[in-house]
């Protein structure tokens, strides 16, 4: 008589970077063995919340792997809130009838907020099946020194180290300062003695036009009131263009809206457009 296959889903532990290493570099999403095995060390110095994976989940079917789903945890401490992004995923194709199960146990917290800021076209049904919530649908490329005039505004480059105070709190001065050390701009714009954060990826297309990409922001609002400094600062370092996440064109902005791919979240609180701080697009350099 056949015996069932015995299915487990469990956590990801250190000692799977290899494995997990070979089953990405099948998944589609790019990349060598030995360049998921950076990625994965980098989520090993990631702070993880307390009793949240480290790094995701796997699927073994008769005690062998075969799937995976990178989960990357962060806590805000300002708001108490966890949020997980949900990235890169593979099961190999003969045990993709597992798969729903890879997602359950992955996504079983009430209490999490989880997000997608990278799904594939193909995916999106079953996103929609599996209770996500489409919460951006393109991107807005501004020219922000044409923006509304601000005066009396000072824009500074974040310089370790840095003091939290009333206006700006431990949890964005960690997080300023954690995105500099990753490669990305971080600066603070100072209005009326109280600071604002922003945090950009500086990127170039087809290797001639640089423009920034909005990884952080306080609020949404926060850009856009700011807009005309921040757009000065950057022009002074021969960067014109802005790419900041909106659902049409933003009031305020000069530029262009674009449907681009969607962003989706579920959990208990919806994510700020202009906040994908710690994603899989810093951590891992993908989405």
């Not at 970077?17 to 095995?37: I, M, N, P, Q």
């Not at 800021?117 to 490329?141: E, M, N, W």
């Not at 659902?247 to 609180?269: D, E, S």
Request: charged letters at 20%; a positive charge.
């Amino acid at each position: 008589m056949r015996q069932s296959p015995r299915i487990r889903c469990r956590q990801i532990e250190n000692a799977d970077a290899e494995t997990v290493a070979l089953l990405l570099t099948k998944s589609g999403f790019g990349g060598s063995k030995e360049l998921w095995l950076a990625r994965f060390d980098r989520l090993a110095n990631h702070p993880t919340p307390v009793g949240c994976p480290k790094y995701g989940v796997l699927l073994e079917v008769n005690n062998v792997p075969v799937g995976v789903l990178l989960l990357i945890y962060m806590s805000n401490s300002d708001d108490k809130t966890i949020r997980c992004n949900v990235s890169s995923w593979f099961v190999w194709p003969a045990f993709r009838v597992y798969a729903s199960l890879l997602v359950k146990y992955a996504l079983s917290r009430n209490d999490v907020t989880y997000f997608n800021i990278s799904p594939l076209r193909h995916t999106l049904d079953t996103l929609d099946a599996q209770g996500y919530t489409k919460y951006c649908s393109g991107r807005f490329v501004a020219i922000p020194s044409l923006s509304r005039v601000q005066t009396g505004v000072h824009i500074e480059k974040v310089k370790a180290p840095i003091e939290p105070g009333l206006d700006l709190s431990r949890y964005e001065v960690d997080l300023l300062i954690d995105h500099m050390a990753f490669g990305f701009l971080s600066i603070t714009a100072t209005i009326a003695g109280a600071r604002y954060p922003f945090v950009f990826q500086i990127r170039s297309k087809y290797r001639l036009v640089r423009f920034a990409e909005l990884i952080y922001c306080r609020n949404f609002q926060s850009f856009t009131d700011l807009a005309a400094p921040i757009g000065y600062f950057l022009a002074k370092r021969a960067i014109f263009l802005v790419m900041v996440d909106a659902n049409g064109p933003v009031p305020g902005l000069i530029g262009k809206y674009q449907k681009a791919t969607p962003k989706y979240f579920k959990g208990p609180k919806r994510p700020e457009l202009g906040d994908i701080a710690y994603s899989e697009r810093v951590l891992l350099g993908i989405g």
